[in-house]
């Protein structure tokens, strides 16, 4: 799981980099199809017993969501640092707490409640929407955390219902099914080896990295594997820093340490609840 997270950091890092050259939505194209390839693998490996769905409707709506989430990121990346975007994303585990007490009547105790406020207060301290370090890009990252945030309540129960394998595949071909379909209006062929590169890299770090995702979950438990992605908050930092020079501030750092504190707060207490 720590090898995945470092996997889509360093995609990430390549997709700040193509922002460069190329439209967000063919950069969004690219890693979603590097997610198709992942779902092609486990196709390949698992057989047409991963294409069983008990909700083909919350399976479609689930790979919408996937791709706005990746679109939004993508376009809000581009003005962005790394690090920044990839610390407020990690406000959508807060969201998935308060959207399931909210829309789906999950009991939600005053603890956690606190959590979710002290963790949106670091979103802000990040954002500090106002003030001139403010960029209304970052407002597509939190877009982005929201989708996935919303994403993630929906089909809480298809990951147990239809596994994590199924849930993947259908993500993947959902997803770029209908980014493919506006893509003629926004693509451009790359003009040199090292953006053929970049390319690849992204698709091919996607794909293993989702690869990597499944075979962590099919043998280790969720309360031990998803702590783990908080180290793409690490990934993230070293690779801003050195690709593109930029090194969160003082706020940014402050923000970041309250939002993964608040996260693994509320993670544990829903593990004491029994609910993971």
Known sequence: MSLAFF????????????????????????????????????LAMKGGQILRTSNIPLQVVRGVLALMTATFFVFGLRFVPLADAVAVCFVAPIMVTAMGALFLGE??????????????????????????????????????????AVRQVLSRNLVVQDGVATTITYTAFVSIIVLTVPLPFFWTTPETFNQVLLMIGVAGFAALAELLFVKALEVGMTVVVA???YTLIIWGTFYG??????????WTVLGTMIIVVTGFYIFNRERMLMRI
């Open 7 to 42: 996997l889509v950091a360093a995609s990430d890092a390549q997709v700040k980099v193509l922002t460069e050259a190329f439209h967000p939505m063919q950069i969004a194209w690219t890693r979603q199809m590097g997610l198709l390839l992942g779902a092609l693998v486990l």
């Open 227 to 229: 702590p783990v992605q």
């Open 241 to 250: 820093w050195i690709i593109f020079g930029h090194f969160p501030d003082m």
């Open 107 to 148: 009991p939600v105790g005053i603890r956690r409640w606190s959590a979710v406020i002290v963790g949106f207060i670091g979103t802000l301290i990040i954002i500090r929407p106002g003030f001139a370090s403010f960029h209304p890009a970052m407002l597509l990252v939190v877009l982005a955390a929201t989708c996935f």
